[in-house]
Each structure stands twice: as structure tokens, then as C-alpha cells.
């Protein structure tokens, strides 16, 4: 028998459903479309005018933000090229808390203007070298561009420059409020050495009702429920935490219990109580004062604990249950009975507060190592406090990256456009090919005060010349007066408007660099999904018919 030769080609030589993108038209500019349609999502929300998007994720939960971190990470976005955009964004989120909208516009900027370079003819090669110089450069020139630095970390006034603009960016016109309350709470938890700040040490607590304006700072850990015991305090006490509930102990298995009289009744509820109580007592025994249950308390246990005058204190979430054991030092149980000292956690006050109307259950230490202290947010709608939330997670965030390094640039575009200017500058005398894409770069730059005058409803053609104009005189902090009526620009640092320079240099590397991935890739291979037949595809709830 005749052994068939299949036909030469690369879609012979892959299995059925394989599909093969290469060159510039299919592979590089499809990618380029792919990267420049998710960036315009993002970049209407860039800035303090930044605009709100409604995602509905796959689980039909409701998000109305502006934070881009959160629209990249609910979006599903499936396109690889895209993909790698989020990748960034995230890394960005991950590493530094904040910029991650700069990320993905200036990525996709960087992208848009590398086509018009190899639409001349260009090699993408020749764009890749040219790009990898301006990075260099653009890092090289950052940190001349720095205009002060934040010295000590320990000073509200210090903190508060660098904390506004991060939130103003978030929430315009609360940004006084938050900023406040973030500072407070990050110094109240601030250790000796600034450098060792824990982000994970302030923590946010949302209550729904009443306004923003009586959201405060609680010294300790707070969780929005009160203890269940009658007992609703106690001091330098032991702490026992349990993720399981507590509750009279049930079989694996069903059993079946034959009792013939009602002397057998009261004996076997009674032995019952007698084992609960035990167990109850053994844990009242080694010492502890104070119980957290992670599920539903009985209520015959219940009725024990508040007998020998426990606090008892019920915690729904694992989160906040291992977040309490490490502040207290405990070890989280998942059988009831009675601790080891080693097991037991300690707590030097164990209170309930009152916060707005509601009652709260507070945790507080005044060990440097394990200090918390709570940002309690009040709002109308649970989605107005998860987006308030997100603006006070970017403030704690660049308090963190401050304490590692505190030098500060002009906010406001004023230090891309004078980036922009010294890059221009060094591509007139770079000499061969590499003068194009490092003149593109500098052109890229414009992306960020461009959108924030687009915005903020004024004109960008003129706002961006008249901060050229106003740079090349030796204004160097001049950047974009979303607020102005007539030129659209002001000096940032008279404004206090700041950018963390730690910051913008690693989100300028995390575009540069999924820019460059992206120009890198010459051919696209997808092999057909696997799985079987999808799920019949149920109508949305927003469609008329």
C-alpha cells in the first residue's frame, strides 16, 4: 500500500484547526488594531476628569469605576496581543499600586505611533533598536527632572503632597477628605524605620449609609459587626480563634438514637450539654478571654460562653481571619477545644465602638509590629464605596513607595511633555534610523497631557503648544490646568500637584517593554480551543426581546 505524502505547507503540518497569521499585515498591524481598541477604553478614564466605565463581569457583578487596574481585570479579554497589555497593566498594579491607566495609553501610544514608522518602511527591527535607546534615555533624563524629595515619612504635610494628587486622580473633590484620612491612618501605624511600612497594615472597612463625610480612622482593627456575647469588652486578653463554628458536635454520619422514655430523653440532651460545657470550660481554662468563630455559634454554646463571660466574636471571612491571626498572633483552628499557648494569640484591647449609627467590634495593639489601623468608609451605595476603597488603596500605595524612595516629579503631564522636549532634542543629533523611533517615543509622551486636556473638555492642540512654549522659556513644572477657562496651563508645583518618580519609572518600563514584545512577534499561531460543546448562550438581561 502507497504511504500518502501530505502536501508541503505549514497548515498541512498542523492538525485541522490551526490558525497562521505572519507578516506585517496580518500579525503586527492586527495586533497594533487589537492594543489601540483597549486603550481607548481606558484612556477616557485617565486623569482626575477621568470618565466612569459600567463593567458587568461573567457573574453579572456590577463595577462602576474609573480605575483601570480594575476594568483590565474584569474585562475578559481574549486576544493574545491584548492580553499581554493586561499583563502589564497588572504587573504595574502588583508592583506599585498605581499608574497602571499610564501603562496601557502610553502603551498603546507607543504602538500606534511605531505603525506610521513602519507604514514608511521601516523594518520592525530598526523600530525595536530605536525604542530600546529612547527607554534608556527616557529613564537616564527621569530622574534629572526631579523637582524635591519627600525626607521625612513621619511628617503629615509631606505625606499629604505626594496623597492628594494620587486620589485627586481617583475621587476629584474628595481628595482633601481621603488624603487626610489615609495620612492618618498610615501614621498611625508608621514604623521607626519608614522603610518597613506594611500596606497590609491599613486596612478599609465599608459600611453602607450616611455620607463620605463621616468616614474615619479607628486605631485597631475593625470589623462591622458587634461581638454576639454579652460581654462586649476585654483587655490584655488571649485570644482563640476557630474557622469552624461552635456547636454541639454532630456525627459524620447519619445515626439513628432509640429512646424509650423521657428519663432517656433528659439524660442524653443532658450529656449533651455536659460535653459542650466541657469543651467550653477547657478553653475558659488555658486562659482565654476572647473567641472568634468563623461560622454560626449555637445557641446552647452561645449560652456557655457568655456563662463564663467570654467575648465572643463571629469573623465570615477567611481573609479577615488569617489578617487577624497575624496581627494577633494566633493560629487559626479548624477543631473546637481548647489551645495550646502557642496556638493562642493576644490582644491588649478587645472593644465595641460606635461608628456613625452602627456598632463595630475593634481589635487594638500598641506593639509597633502588629499595629493596624482601619479607614471606616461610609456611603450610599455599595459601589460608591468599593471605587472610594480603590482611590484609598493608590493613596496607601504611594505612601509605600515613597518610603522606599521619596524623590518627586511635576504632576499633571508637566514631566512627559518636558521628557517629550529633552527626547526630541537628542533624536536631532542621533545619528541613522534610530533618530525616527526615538522622535516617535517623544511624540508617544504627548499621550498623557493630551488626554488629560481632552478630559477635562479643553482644547489639546492648543493646550499641548502652549506647554511646549511654555518649557522651552524654562517653565519646566508647567503642565495641563484642568480647571483653566483661557491657556489650560499651570506650574504643578505651585499647584502641588506631584508624581512619584519610582512610580513613573517603572510604569514607563512595563509599556516600553509590552510594546516591544508586542513589535517583536512576526507570526500568529492558534491551535482550535479545546473542549466540548459550549453552553447554549442565555439571552442578557438589558435586551428587549
Not at 497562521?20 to 482626575?48: C, F, W
Not at 481617583?170 to 477628605?177: H, M, P, V
Not at 449560652?303 to 467575648?311: I, K
Not at 491657556?487 to 504643578?492: V, W
Request: proline content about 3%.
Amino acid at each position: 500500500m502507497a504511504l500518502k505524502i501530505p502536501k508541503i505547507g505549514l497548515p498541512q503540518m498542523l492538525k485541522d484547526g490551526y490558525k497562521h497569521m505572519q507578516g506585517l499585515d496580518e500579525a503586527v498591524y492586527r495586533n497594533i488594531a487589537a492594543t489601540k481598541e483597549l486603550t481607548e477604553i481606558t484612556r477616557t478614564s485617565l486623569g482626575p476628569n477621568g470618565r466612569n466605565k459600567m463593567v458587568i463581569n461573567h457573574l453579572e457583578k456590577l463595577f462602576v469605576t474609573s480605575d483601570a487596574a480594575t476594568i483590565m481585570r474584569e474585562l475578559e479579554v481574549v486576544h493574545p496581543a491584548a492580553k499581554l497589555v493586561v499583563g502589564g497593566s497588572q504587573q504595574q498594579e502588583f508592583d506599585m499600586g498605581d499608574a497602571t491607566n499610564f501603562v496601557v495609553v502610553f502603551c498603546g501610544e507607543l504602538l500606534q505611533q511605531a505603525e506610521y514608522l513602519l507604514r514608511m518602511g521601516l523594518h520592525p527591527s530598526e523600530v525595536i533598536q530605536g525604542y530600546n535607546v529612547a527607554v534608556k534615555k527616557a529613564i537616564e533624563l527621569l530622574s534629572t527632572l526631579e523637582i524635591g524629595v519627600i525626607s521625612d515619612c513621619h511628617s503629615k504635610e509631606e505625606l499629604l503632597r505626594v496623597v492628594k494628587p494620587a486620589i485627586a486622580s481617583k475621587q476629584y473633590g474628595y481628595e482633601e477628605l481621603l488624603s487626610n484620612l489615609v495620612v492618618d491612618a498610615a501614621l498611625e501605624i508608621m514604623p521607626k524605620t519608614a522603610k518597613n511600612f506594611n500596606v497590609d497594615s491599613v486596612r478599609v472597612v465599608k459600611i453602607l449609609g450616611a455620607s463620605i463625610h463621616e468616614s474615619a480612622v479607628v486605631r485597631g482593627m475593625v470589623f462591622g459587626r458587634e461581638p454576639e456575647s454579652l460581654v462586649k469588652r476585654a483587655e490584655k486578653a488571649k485570644i482563640a480563634i476557630f474557622s469552624s463554628g461552635i456547636d454541639v458536635a454532630l456525627t459524620e454520619t447519619k445515626g439513628t438514637v432509640l429512646i424509650k422514655n423521657a428519663k432517656d430523653m433528659l439524660s442524653f440532651s443532658k450529656e449533651e450539654e455536659s460535653r459542650l460545657d466541657a469543651a467550653i470550660k477547657e478553653v475558659v481554662d488555658a486562659g482565654v478571654k476572647v473567641v472568634v468563630a468563623g461560622s454560626s455559634i449555637g445557641e446552647l454554646a452561645m449560652h456557655f460562653l457568655n456563662r463564663y463571660g467570654l467575648v465572643v466574636v463571629k469573623v465570615l471571612s477567611k481573609f479577615d481571619i488569617r489578617r487577624l491571626c497575624r496581627v494577633t498572633g494566633a493560629t487559626a483552628l479548624s477543631r473546637f477545644g481548647a489551645p495550646t499557648p502557642e496556638e493562642m494569640g493576644y490582644c491588649d484591647v478587645v472593644e465595641t465602638v460606635e461608628v456613625g449609627s452602627d456598632l463595630c467590634t475593634v481589635f487594638r495593639q500598641s506593639d509597633e509590629n502588629t499595629k493596624t489601623a482601619t479607614i471606616v468608609l461610609r456611603g450610599a451605595t455599595q459601589n460608591a464605596l468599593d471605587d472610594l476603597e480603590r482611590a484609598v488603596d493608590d493613596g496607601v500605595n504611594v505612601i509605600k513607595a515613597v518610603t522606599k524612595d521619596g524623590r518627586l516629579l511635576a504632576g499633571a503631564g508637566a514631566c512627559e511633555i518636558e521628557l517629550a522636549r529633552l527626547i526630541q532634542k537628542a533624536a536631532e543629533t542621533t545619528p541613522g534610523l534610530n533618530q525616527y523611533a526615538l522622535q516617535k517615543f517623544a511624540e508617544a509622551l504627548e499621550v498623557i497631557p493630551r488626554t488629560l486636556s481632552d478630559n477635562a473638555g479643553l482644547d489639546s492642540t492648543e493646550v499641548i503648544s502652549n506647554l511646549y512654549a511654555a518649557h522651552a522659556t524654562g517653565k519646566t513644572s508647567s503642565g495641563v490646568d484642568i480647571e483653566s477657562e483661557k491657556s489650560g496651563i499651570l506650574d504643578a508645583v505651585e499647584a502641588q500637584i506631584f508624581d512619584v518618580l519610582s512610580i513613573k519609572e517603572s510604569a514607563l518600563k512595563q509599556a516600553a517593554h509590552v510594546a516591544l514584545t508586542l513589535l517583536s512577534v512576526d507570526q500568529i499561531i492558534m491551535s482550535k480551543p479545546a473542549g466540548g460543546p459550549k453552553a447554549p448562550k442565555q439571552q442578557h438581561w438589558d435586551e428587549d426581546d
